[in-house]
């Protein structure tokens, strides 16, 4: 049974059984959760190290990655993953305006507000890991491309329930598998491994949410809706999966855009790791029934499927 919907509550009332699902969430960050803001574990700069995976460049092993010495390719996996932190933090501003907005007065004793209000302390914390790990990196922020900062205002503003999850959970999906790799690959930078450990631990609460609020605004959607709002979460996808790859970056290090464009779009082992990335958000989609054929083929266009 559902709880009434007051005035001025814009979000979906919660199930009554999914309380105990959102009461666990918030317990467990309460037992496990990190604050790094006072990390000195390394002063020094971490110039001698990776960036990231090198297998999540996406330039690894083109011609122009293979015309690069080490000491470069490890600058330019500084300079991505600075970026990609860039976009993570994007990510995180933006899902707490839209949330936030959606449950200003809703009841906040209730169990999955009480986890929203943690959730949005974590991304706080987190945006200021990756702000750390970025100058740890000796690097700065890449302004963002024109196209992620005109769809984060459009999310911002108009995404609704399953929507707004969806398209959250499309950016910790994604980030998760690619920071699985880096919190445990020791040719990363120190401050990158350790941020992304806390990362995947408390993200994995946040995907768990996420998931259970889809399925609680899915109960009681028509077909019409469902197949809509299907087609914007794999717009959402596709526009961070190409966010990432941002021209400004490349040509910050004196690369020629046009060949390093090139060696992306035929870069096959780029398309391999993003599929990878998006294979666990696309397999939950499927399960209910966000999967449809006109969004099937926007994440098979974008290399996601
Ligand atoms: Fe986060
Ligand atoms: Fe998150």
């Given at each position: 049974?559902?709880?009434g919907?007051r005035?001025?509550e814009?979000d979906?009332p919660?199930?009554e059984?999914?309380?105990?699902?959102?009461g666990?969430?918030?317990?467990?960050?309460?037992?496990l959760s990190?604050?790094?803001r006072?990390?000195?574990?390394?002063?020094?700069?971490?110039?001698?190290w990776?960036?990231?995976?090198?297998?999540?460049?996406?330039?690894?092993?083109?011609?122009?990655?293979?015309?690069?010495?080490e000491?470069?390719?490890?600058?330019l996996?500084?300079?991505?993953?600075?970026?990609?932190?860039g976009?993570?933090?994007?990510?995180e501003?933006a899902?707490?305006?839209?949330?936030?907005r959606?449950?200003?007065s809703?009841?906040p004793?209730r169990a999955?507000?009480?986890?929203?209000?943690?959730?949005?302390?974590?991304e706080?914390l987190h945006?200021l890991m990756?702000?750390?790990?970025?100058?740890r990196?000796?690097?700065?922020h890449?302004p963002l491309d024109?196209l992620?900062?005109?769809?984060g205002?459009?999310?911002?503003?108009f995404a609704?329930?399953?929507?707004a999850?969806?398209?959250?959970?499309?950016?910790?999906?994604?980030?998760?598998?690619?920071?699985?790799?880096?919190s445990?690959?020791?040719?990363?930078?120190p401050?990158?491994?350790?941020?992304?450990h806390?990362?995947?631990?408390?993200?994995?609460r946040?995907m768990?949410?996420?998931?259970q609020k889809i399925?609680d605004h899915?109960?009681?959607?028509s077909s019409?809706?469902r197949?809509?709002s299907a087609?914007l979460?794999?717009v959402g996808?596709?526009?961070?999966?190409?966010?990432l790859v941002?021209?400004?970056?490349?040509l910050?290090?004196?690369?020629?855009?046009r060949a390093?464009?090139d060696?992306?779009?035929?870069?096959?082992?780029?398309?391999?790791?993003?599929?990878?990335?998006?294979?666990p958000l696309?397999?939950?989609?499927a399960?209910?029934?966000?999967?449809?054929?006109?969004?099937g083929t926007?994440y098979?266009?974008?290399n996601?499927?």
């Amino acid at each position: 049974m559902l709880h009434g919907r007051r005035f001025g509550e814009f979000d979906m009332p919660t199930p009554e059984d999914s309380t105990p699902l959102y009461g666990e969430l918030f317990e467990s960050a309460k037992r496990l959760s990190f604050d790094l803001r006072n990390d000195s574990t390394d002063a020094h700069i971490d110039l001698d190290w990776y960036g990231m995976t090198p297998e999540w460049s996406p330039l690894y092993g083109t011609p122009t990655w293979n015309r690069m010495a080490e000491t470069e390719r490890m600058q330019l996996t500084r300079r991505e993953v600075s970026h990609f932190l860039g976009v993570a933090i994007w990510l995180e501003v933006a899902l707490q305006i839209v949330l936030l907005r959606r449950n200003h007065s809703v009841d906040p004793t209730r169990a999955d507000v009480k986890f929203l209000f943690n959730e949005c302390a974590d991304e706080n914390l987190h945006s200021l890991m990756f702000v750390a790990a970025i100058e740890r990196l000796g690097e700065r922020h890449s302004p963002l491309d024109r196209l992620l900062v005109v769809v984060g205002w459009l999310f911002r503003t108009f995404a609704w329930g399953e929507v707004a999850y969806g398209i959250v959970l499309a950016g910790e999906e994604i980030f998760d598998v690619m920071q699985r790799d880096w919190s445990i690959d020791d040719r990363v930078a120190p401050a990158v491994r350790r941020s992304s450990h806390v990362h995947v631990v408390e993200e994995s609460r946040h995907m768990s949410f996420a998931r259970q609020k889809i399925r609680d605004h899915l109960r009681s959607v028509s077909s019409v809706r469902r197949n809509v709002s299907a087609v914007l979460i794999a717009v959402g996808a596709h526009v961070i999966a190409r966010g990432l790859v941002n021209k400004k970056v490349y040509l910050d290090l004196g690369l020629d855009w046009r060949a390093v464009k090139d060696d992306i779009d035929r870069n096959e082992q780029h398309r391999m790791m993003f599929r990878r990335a998006t294979a666990p958000l696309v397999e939950f989609l499927a399960r209910e029934g966000l999967l449809n054929t006109v969004a099937g083929t926007i994440y098979r266009k974008s290399n996601l499927l």
